[in-house]
Protein backbone atom coordinates (compact mmCIF):
# COMPACT_ATOMS: atom_id res chain seq x y z
CA UNK A 1 0.00 0.00 0.00
CA UNK A 2 1.62 3.20 -0.97
CA UNK A 3 1.42 6.56 0.66
CA UNK A 4 -1.76 7.86 -0.36
CA UNK A 5 -3.48 4.68 -0.05
CA UNK A 6 -2.60 4.86 3.77
CA UNK A 7 -3.36 8.90 3.56
CA UNK A 8 -6.65 7.38 2.23
CA UNK A 9 -7.50 4.60 4.98
CA UNK A 10 -6.97 7.03 7.39
CA UNK A 11 -9.27 9.84 6.30
CA UNK A 12 -11.93 6.95 5.58
CA UNK A 13 -11.30 5.31 9.21
CA UNK A 14 -11.66 9.27 10.98
CA UNK A 15 -15.28 9.66 8.95
CA UNK A 16 -16.71 6.91 9.54
CA UNK A 17 -15.55 7.19 12.62
CA UNK A 18 -16.90 10.42 13.23
CA UNK A 19 -20.29 9.75 11.59
CA UNK A 20 -20.60 6.76 14.24
CA UNK A 21 -20.00 8.55 17.24
CA UNK A 22 -21.78 11.36 16.53
CA UNK A 23 -25.20 10.39 18.93
CA UNK A 24 -22.99 11.48 21.57
CA UNK A 25 -22.65 15.05 20.73
CA UNK A 26 -26.05 15.26 19.60
CA UNK A 27 -26.79 13.78 22.93
CA UNK A 28 -25.29 16.47 24.39
CA UNK A 29 -27.74 18.91 23.25
CA UNK A 30 -31.33 17.08 24.16
CA UNK A 31 -32.58 19.63 25.88
CA UNK A 32 -33.14 21.07 22.64
CA UNK A 33 -36.08 20.65 20.35
CA UNK A 34 -34.32 18.70 17.16
CA UNK A 35 -36.10 21.54 14.79
CA UNK A 36 -34.06 24.11 16.64
CA UNK A 37 -30.71 21.78 17.04
CA UNK A 38 -31.32 21.29 12.89
CA UNK A 39 -31.46 24.42 12.45
CA UNK A 40 -28.11 25.43 13.79
CA UNK A 41 -26.48 22.19 12.13
CA UNK A 42 -27.11 23.95 8.56
CA UNK A 43 -26.51 27.71 9.72
CA UNK A 44 -23.18 27.07 11.33
CA UNK A 45 -22.06 24.45 8.86
CA UNK A 46 -22.79 26.89 5.88
CA UNK A 47 -20.89 29.44 7.35
CA UNK A 48 -18.08 26.74 7.95
CA UNK A 49 -18.50 25.67 4.55
CA UNK A 50 -17.68 29.04 3.45
CA UNK A 51 -14.57 29.50 4.75
CA UNK A 52 -13.33 26.13 3.80
CA UNK A 53 -14.23 27.04 0.34
CA UNK A 54 -13.13 30.34 0.48
CA UNK A 55 -9.73 29.46 1.85
CA UNK A 56 -9.71 26.50 -1.14
CA UNK A 57 -9.74 29.22 -3.72
CA UNK A 58 -12.83 27.43 -4.73
CA UNK A 59 -15.80 29.94 -4.90
CA UNK A 60 -15.71 30.26 -8.84
CA UNK A 61 -16.89 26.50 -8.51
CA UNK A 62 -20.03 27.98 -6.18
CA UNK A 63 -20.68 31.17 -8.63
CA UNK A 64 -20.94 28.10 -11.96
CA UNK A 65 -23.65 26.43 -9.60
CA UNK A 66 -25.19 29.77 -9.49
CA UNK A 67 -25.23 30.14 -12.83
CA UNK A 68 -27.22 26.84 -14.17
CA UNK A 69 -30.82 26.73 -13.68
CA UNK A 70 -30.49 22.52 -14.07
CA UNK A 71 -28.05 22.41 -11.36
CA UNK A 72 -29.74 24.23 -8.77
CA UNK A 73 -33.30 23.13 -9.05
CA UNK A 74 -31.59 19.57 -8.06
CA UNK A 75 -29.38 21.04 -5.57
CA UNK A 76 -32.80 22.15 -3.96
CA UNK A 77 -34.13 18.54 -3.70
CA UNK A 78 -31.19 17.01 -2.60
CA UNK A 79 -31.32 19.67 -0.04
CA UNK A 80 -34.78 19.04 1.22
CA UNK A 81 -33.96 15.05 1.20
CA UNK A 82 -30.97 16.05 3.24
CA UNK A 83 -32.43 18.31 5.60
CA UNK A 84 -35.14 15.38 6.32
CA UNK A 85 -32.18 12.96 6.65
CA UNK A 86 -30.53 15.36 9.22
CA UNK A 87 -34.00 16.32 11.43
CA UNK A 88 -34.59 12.82 11.80
CA UNK A 89 -31.17 11.29 12.66
CA UNK A 90 -31.06 14.00 15.44
CA UNK A 91 -34.58 12.95 16.45
CA UNK A 92 -33.89 9.26 16.39
CA UNK A 93 -30.36 10.10 18.85
CA UNK A 94 -32.72 12.39 21.08
CA UNK A 95 -35.75 10.15 21.22
CA UNK A 96 -33.92 7.13 22.16
CA UNK A 97 -33.92 5.38 18.70
CA UNK A 98 -30.08 4.88 18.20
CA UNK A 99 -30.75 1.61 17.50
CA UNK A 100 -33.19 2.62 14.52
CA UNK A 101 -30.11 5.04 13.39
CA UNK A 102 -27.88 2.17 13.40
CA UNK A 103 -29.87 0.08 11.00
CA UNK A 104 -30.91 2.76 8.86
CA UNK A 105 -26.97 2.79 7.86
CA UNK A 106 -26.78 -0.45 7.54
CA UNK A 107 -29.67 -0.71 5.24
CA UNK A 108 -28.42 1.90 3.17
CA UNK A 109 -25.76 0.50 1.12
CA UNK A 110 -27.90 -2.24 -0.06
CA UNK A 111 -30.80 -0.21 -0.62
CA UNK A 112 -27.84 1.72 -2.65
CA UNK A 113 -27.57 -1.57 -4.91
CA UNK A 114 -31.61 -1.66 -5.66
CA UNK A 115 -31.89 1.73 -6.98
CA UNK A 116 -28.41 1.80 -8.91
CA UNK A 117 -30.63 -1.61 -10.49
CA UNK A 118 -33.78 0.46 -11.01
CA UNK A 119 -33.08 3.87 -12.14
CA UNK A 120 -28.53 3.70 -13.15
CA UNK A 121 -29.59 -0.08 -15.20
CA UNK A 122 -26.52 -1.19 -13.10
CA UNK A 123 -26.13 -4.65 -13.49
CA UNK A 124 -25.93 -6.56 -10.51
CA UNK A 125 -24.23 -9.65 -9.60
CA UNK A 126 -26.00 -13.27 -8.33
CA UNK A 127 -24.57 -12.35 -4.72
CA UNK A 128 -25.97 -8.81 -5.24
CA UNK A 129 -29.06 -10.08 -5.60
CA UNK A 130 -29.18 -12.58 -2.70
CA UNK A 131 -27.80 -9.02 -0.33
CA UNK A 132 -30.56 -7.59 -1.18
CA UNK A 133 -33.13 -10.20 -1.09
CA UNK A 134 -31.89 -11.04 2.37
CA UNK A 135 -32.31 -7.37 3.65
CA UNK A 136 -36.07 -7.28 2.23
CA UNK A 137 -36.07 -11.17 3.83
CA UNK A 138 -35.47 -9.53 7.34
CA UNK A 139 -37.50 -6.04 7.65
CA UNK A 140 -40.43 -8.45 5.47
CA UNK A 141 -40.06 -11.22 9.11
CA UNK A 142 -40.42 -8.05 11.29
CA UNK A 143 -43.41 -6.70 9.64
CA UNK A 144 -45.30 -9.78 9.05
CA UNK A 145 -44.21 -11.81 12.68
CA UNK A 146 -43.67 -9.07 15.50
CA UNK A 147 -46.25 -6.41 13.77
CA UNK A 148 -43.80 -4.11 13.98
CA UNK A 149 -41.86 -1.37 11.05
CA UNK A 150 -38.73 -0.19 11.29
CA UNK A 151 -40.38 2.86 9.63
CA UNK A 152 -37.00 5.17 11.15
CA UNK A 153 -34.72 3.16 10.37
CA UNK A 154 -35.86 3.16 6.41
CA UNK A 155 -36.72 6.65 6.60
CA UNK A 156 -33.03 7.06 6.96
CA UNK A 157 -31.76 4.85 4.81
CA UNK A 158 -34.47 6.00 1.93
CA UNK A 159 -33.48 9.52 2.44
CA UNK A 160 -30.23 9.27 2.10
CA UNK A 161 -30.08 6.43 -0.86
CA UNK A 162 -32.09 8.78 -2.67
CA UNK A 163 -30.16 11.92 -1.69
CA UNK A 164 -27.33 10.17 -3.35
CA UNK A 165 -28.55 8.64 -6.07
CA UNK A 166 -29.64 12.88 -7.05
CA UNK A 167 -26.21 13.82 -6.24
CA UNK A 168 -25.16 11.36 -8.74
CA UNK A 169 -27.13 13.28 -11.68
CA UNK A 170 -25.26 16.69 -11.06
CA UNK A 171 -21.74 17.15 -11.91
CA UNK A 172 -20.48 19.48 -8.97
CA UNK A 173 -17.51 18.76 -6.41
CA UNK A 174 -18.86 17.74 -2.91
CA UNK A 175 -18.11 20.94 -0.97
CA UNK A 176 -19.44 23.43 -3.37
CA UNK A 177 -22.55 20.99 -3.92
CA UNK A 178 -22.92 20.81 0.14
CA UNK A 179 -22.38 24.23 0.26
CA UNK A 180 -25.65 25.43 -2.14
CA UNK A 181 -27.70 22.73 -0.23
CA UNK A 182 -26.95 24.21 3.41
CA UNK A 183 -27.83 27.54 1.64
CA UNK A 184 -31.26 26.70 0.37
CA UNK A 185 -31.87 25.26 3.88
CA UNK A 186 -30.39 28.11 5.57
CA UNK A 187 -33.09 31.05 5.43
CA UNK A 188 -35.84 27.99 6.63
CA UNK A 189 -33.66 27.80 9.44
CA UNK A 190 -32.99 31.27 10.53
CA UNK A 191 -36.72 31.90 10.39
CA UNK A 192 -37.67 28.82 13.03
CA UNK A 193 -34.45 30.08 14.96
CA UNK A 194 -35.91 33.47 15.38
CA UNK A 195 -39.69 33.19 15.54
CA UNK A 196 -40.32 29.77 16.56
CA UNK A 197 -37.44 28.38 18.49
CA UNK A 198 -38.56 28.72 22.30
CA UNK A 199 -36.05 25.91 24.19
CA UNK A 200 -34.20 27.87 27.09
CA UNK A 201 -30.96 28.12 24.76
CA UNK A 202 -32.62 29.92 21.68
CA UNK A 203 -30.89 33.20 22.81
CA UNK A 204 -26.59 32.97 22.61
CA UNK A 205 -26.55 35.82 24.56
CA UNK A 206 -28.50 34.32 27.41
CA UNK A 207 -26.03 31.01 26.99
CA UNK A 208 -22.91 29.94 28.87
CA UNK A 209 -19.82 29.78 26.64
CA UNK A 210 -20.00 25.66 26.85
CA UNK A 211 -23.89 25.53 25.64
CA UNK A 212 -22.73 27.78 22.89
CA UNK A 213 -19.72 25.70 21.56
CA UNK A 214 -22.25 22.79 21.36
CA UNK A 215 -24.52 24.69 19.36
CA UNK A 216 -21.70 26.06 17.12
CA UNK A 217 -19.97 22.69 17.10
CA UNK A 218 -23.32 21.33 15.43
CA UNK A 219 -21.64 23.01 12.09
CA UNK A 220 -18.05 21.13 12.33
CA UNK A 221 -19.80 17.96 13.40
CA UNK A 222 -21.62 18.08 10.14
CA UNK A 223 -18.53 18.86 8.20
CA UNK A 224 -15.37 17.22 9.91
CA UNK A 225 -16.15 13.98 8.60
CA UNK A 226 -17.73 15.09 4.90
CA UNK A 227 -14.20 17.04 4.44
CA UNK A 228 -12.30 13.76 5.57
CA UNK A 229 -14.43 11.62 3.32
CA UNK A 230 -13.89 13.74 0.43
CA UNK A 231 -10.42 13.38 1.05
CA UNK A 232 -10.35 9.41 1.34
CA UNK A 233 -12.10 9.46 -2.01
CA UNK A 234 -9.86 11.19 -3.64
CA UNK A 235 -7.11 8.28 -2.48
CA UNK A 236 -8.94 5.35 -2.48
CA UNK A 237 -11.19 3.13 -5.08
CA UNK A 238 -14.92 3.75 -3.96
CA UNK A 239 -14.99 0.26 -4.09
CA UNK A 240 -12.44 0.03 -1.52
CA UNK A 241 -14.24 2.95 0.47
CA UNK A 242 -17.31 0.97 0.70
CA UNK A 243 -15.57 -1.60 3.20
CA UNK A 244 -15.23 1.34 5.97
CA UNK A 245 -18.77 2.28 5.96
CA UNK A 246 -19.98 -0.16 8.18
CA UNK A 247 -17.27 1.24 10.93
CA UNK A 248 -20.22 4.11 11.47
CA UNK A 249 -23.75 2.41 11.98
CA UNK A 250 -21.58 -0.72 14.28
CA UNK A 251 -20.36 2.54 16.71
CA UNK A 252 -23.92 3.61 17.11
CA UNK A 253 -25.10 -0.03 17.71
CA UNK A 254 -22.43 -0.12 20.41
CA UNK A 255 -23.30 3.53 21.76
CA UNK A 256 -26.85 2.39 21.27
CA UNK A 257 -26.82 -0.76 23.08
CA UNK A 258 -24.22 -0.41 25.89
CA UNK A 259 -23.85 3.04 26.66
CA UNK A 260 -27.33 4.43 26.14
CA UNK A 261 -29.28 0.85 26.95
CA UNK A 262 -31.86 0.60 24.20
CA UNK A 263 -33.79 -2.54 24.50
CA UNK A 264 -32.72 -4.87 21.85
CA UNK A 265 -35.67 -7.37 21.69
CA UNK A 266 -36.08 -10.41 19.65
CA UNK A 267 -37.87 -8.77 16.42
CA UNK A 268 -34.62 -6.84 16.10
CA UNK A 269 -32.31 -9.50 16.49
CA UNK A 270 -34.31 -11.09 13.43
CA UNK A 271 -33.75 -7.74 11.35
CA UNK A 272 -30.05 -6.97 12.15
CA UNK A 273 -29.12 -10.44 11.79
CA UNK A 274 -30.53 -10.98 7.90
CA UNK A 275 -29.28 -6.88 7.46
CA UNK A 276 -25.83 -8.29 9.01
CA UNK A 277 -25.95 -11.49 6.63
CA UNK A 278 -26.91 -9.52 4.16
CA UNK A 279 -23.95 -7.15 4.45
CA UNK A 280 -21.22 -10.58 4.34
CA UNK A 281 -22.59 -11.57 0.92
CA UNK A 282 -22.57 -7.96 -0.05
CA UNK A 283 -18.84 -7.17 0.82
CA UNK A 284 -18.28 -10.52 -0.33
CA UNK A 285 -19.65 -9.89 -3.83
CA UNK A 286 -17.29 -6.47 -3.71
CA UNK A 287 -14.21 -8.31 -2.48
CA UNK A 288 -14.28 -10.50 -5.60
CA UNK A 289 -14.96 -7.81 -7.87
CA UNK A 290 -11.89 -6.18 -6.71
CA UNK A 291 -9.96 -9.40 -7.20
CA UNK A 292 -11.42 -9.86 -10.76
CA UNK A 293 -10.88 -5.94 -11.64
CA UNK A 294 -7.39 -7.07 -10.48
CA UNK A 295 -6.76 -10.07 -12.57
CA UNK A 296 -8.14 -8.53 -15.66
CA UNK A 297 -5.68 -5.71 -15.97
Not at 217 to 226: D, K, R, S, W
Amino acid sequence: MNDQAKQGVIYAMLAYTMWGIAPIFFKQLQFMPSLEILAHRIIWSALLLVVIIGLRNNLHKVKAIFASRRQLSILFISASLLGFNWWLFIWAINNDHILDASLGYYINPLLNIALGMVFLKERLSKLQYVAVALAVTGVAIQLVTFGSFPYIALSLAVSFAIYGLIRKTVSVDAMPGLLIESLVMIVPAFVYWFVFASSSATNLLDNTWTINALIVGAGLVTTAPLLCFVEAARRLNYSTLGFFQYIGPSLMFILAVFVYGEEFGQDRWVTFGFIWAALVVYSYASYRNIQKSKTSV
